[in-house]
Every structure is written in C-alpha cells, then in structure tokens.
C-alpha cells in the first residue's frame, strides 16, 4: 500500500497558475505509474492526467490538454501537475492516485489506481 499527500491547492484567478505536489511514501513509488482525478461540486470524480512509470507517456484528458502538464520526480516520490491557464470550470478537489500494476503505462481508468490521496482544493475565481 502507499501513502500519497497533495499539496498546492489554493484560490487563484482565471488564467493564473498552479502546481500540485503529492508525496508518495509506503511502497516503491518509482515502478509505479500514476494519475491526477478531479471531482467537482456535484460531479462525479473525473480523469485529468497520469503517467507511466517511467515518465516516458503521458495522457490528458481533452479539457486540460495543452494547459496542464504531469510530471514526476521518483528519487523524490512525488508527481506533479502544473496547472496553467486556468478556467473557473477547473475548480475541484484535485486527487492524487497510484496505479495497481507495476511498470504500468498508465490510464485514464480510475478502477485501475489502487492508493488515493485525500485530495486538495482548487478554486479558481473569474
């Protein structure tokens, strides 16, 4: 099992930035792909990027391509999203999940990540 953290959620204008964090801890995080999941109020929980285990793929769902990108660390056990050019439509929790299956490409299929993050707060005002 893993532990994961998000962090760098916060109020924010239309067409500012942002970067989330999370910090993996529990497991070797490093052969294990991961993603980011939104849920806003009202709405069921939503893909929005993963990435492989190595880094090497990445996916993005059609409302953030071009605006977000997924990025990770491993000698730091964290993934990241930079959040660039953000709309109110953006405003959600903002969850970080770990694949099931090691040395996995990724996928937009929340079934297939096994370890959530509690999740931080994305608001972004017009």
């Known amino acids: 099992q893993v532990q994961l953290v998000e962090s760098g959620g916060g109020l924010v204008q239309a067409g500012g930035s942002l970067r989330l964090s999370c910090a993996a801890s529990?497991?070797?995080?490093?052969?294990?792909?991961m993603g980011w999941f939104r849920q806003a109020p009202g709405k069921e929980r939503e893909f929005v990027a993963a990435i492989s285990w190595s880094g090497a793929s990445t996916y993005y769902s059609d409302s953030v391509k071009g605006r977000f990108t997924i990025s990770r660390a491993n000698a730091k056990n964290t993934v990241y999203l930079q959040m660039i050019s953000l709309k109110p439509e953006d405003t959600a929790v903002y969850f970080c999940?770990?694949?099931?299956?090691?040395?996995?490409?990724?996928?937009?299929?929340?079934?297939?990540?096994?370890?959530w993050g509690q999740g931080t707060q994305v608001t972004v005002s017009s």
């Open positions: 999940a770990a694949g099931k299956t090691s040395y996995g490409s990724g996928s937009p299929n929340a079934a297939d990540f096994g370890s």
């Open positions: 529990g497991r070797t995080f490093m052969y294990y792909p």
